[in-house]
């Protein structure tokens, strides 16, 4: 099945270390990717899709299509940091629901 | 812009009542909106997906008679939960899309059946 998967489900990092968020997909040829994040008692947002390349609050993810990855990488983690991020596809088109994969909950400690 | 709001945000029901869970795209057309249960620390459980106009397609497991979705506007989708009881106890969440790829979420609604 088309799907993303996320095989950690818990990051703990001290800050100014480095983070990687793992994303594989199975989805064939350039899936049109995304990192939502959801801090502690707010909603689900969107964080970065990879269409547009941008780098958002240091994060950057880049579609590896020899790995089928997205993994979602920040040089120097930060605090505020602290949430669940979730790879996602699209929400429409093809792939017709949006389905999360399991999240990966990044703790970054002082 | 693209806002969905999501009402009550917290609700309290007594078991065998009903409930209803509104969520609304404020400033734009939701083709399509997404139903979600959330358990603590949990990723978000896909109940079901709903295009304005049509019946909603329900995953797998998931009961059509106790969660009935309703889409009726491009702007308002409803979750009714009915005959509640304490294991419907959770957090749903609603998403709205626009016909884009990008998905927009509501702030949740925590649901206690005592």
């Known amino acids: 099945a088309q799907r993303v998967t996320q095989p950690e489900k818990l990051l703990s990092v001290f800050k100014g270390a480095p983070v990687e968020l793992k994303c594989n997909y199975s989805?064939?040829?350039?899936?049109?990717l995304f990192w939502y994040v959801q801090y502690s008692r707010q909603r689900l947002q969107l964080l970065l899709r990879?269409?547009s390349r941008e780098s958002i609050k240091g994060f950057t993810a880049d579609l590896n299509k020899g790995e089928t990855s997205f993994h979602l990488k920040k040089p120097f983690a930060q605090e505020e940091d602290s949430a669940m991020y979730y790879c996602?596809?699209?929400?429409?088109?093809?792939?017709?629901?949006?389905?999360f994969g399991a999240g990966t909950r990044l703790a970054v400690h002082p | 812009g693209a806002v969905v709001s999501q009402h009550p945000s917290r609700v309290i029901c007594k078991s065998g009542t009903s409930v209803k869970i509104e969520c609304r795209s404020l400033?734009?057309?939701?083709?399509?909106m997404f139903w979600y249960r959330q358990f603590p620390k949990q990723s978000l459980m896909l109940m079901a997906t709903?295009?304005?106009?049509?019946?909603?397609?329900?995953e797998q497991g998931v009961e059509k008679d106790k969660f009935l979705i309703n889409h009726a506007s491009l702007t308002l989708s409803t979750l009714t939960v009915t005959s509640a009881h304490p294991e419907d106890s959770s957090f749903y969440i609603c998403?709205?899309?626009?016909?884009?790829?990008?998905?927009?979420f509501g702030q949740g609604t925590r649901l206690t059946v005592v």
């Open positions: 990879h269409i």
């Open positions: 996602a596809p699209p929400s429409r088109g093809g792939y017709n629901k949006l389905i």
């Open positions: 998403s709205a899309s626009r016909g884009g790829a990008e998905a927009f």
């Open positions: 989805y064939s040829g350039s899936p049109e």
């Open positions: 709903s295009n304005e106009g049509s019946k909603a397609t329900y």
């Open positions: 400033d734009f057309q939701a083709t399509t």
